[in-house]
């Protein structure tokens, strides 16, 4: 995956427009996990739930920590997943 350039910041989550400093941060701060540096810095929080960002943050935990990639959990998505239409949550549809 790109890493996007914005200015000097690199971009690892676009949704939320988190860079990797930011995350760098929060992993200097104690961050071990990537639900905990989603809760640290909104990255995952997005409309695309981590789907995006999710390798590019476990690589760096990776890099910085020594963790095993494979031990290092996917983000935890909250529902919905997709954005749904109130009208489909309330059963109607149409004109009603």
């Not at 990797?20 to 909104?42: F, H, M, N, P, S």
Request: glycine content about 10%; overall charge neutral; proline content about 4%.
């Amino acid at each position: 995956m790109d890493i996007e350039k914005n200015g000097e910041a690199l971009i690892l989550c676009r949704c939320e427009e988190v860079t990797e400093e930011e995350v760098l941060q929060a992993i200097r701060e104690g961050c071990r996990t990537l639900d905990e540096v989603k809760r640290y810095t909104r990255a995952g929080m997005g409309l695309c739930q981590g789907r995006t960002c999710g390798k590019l943050i476990a690589a760096m935990i990776h890099k910085h920590t020594g963790i095993p990639i494979e031990r290092i959990l996917p983000i935890t998505t909250r529902f919905p997943v997709k954005p749904v239409m109130l009208k489909v949550l309330s059963g109607l549809h149409g004109d009603e």
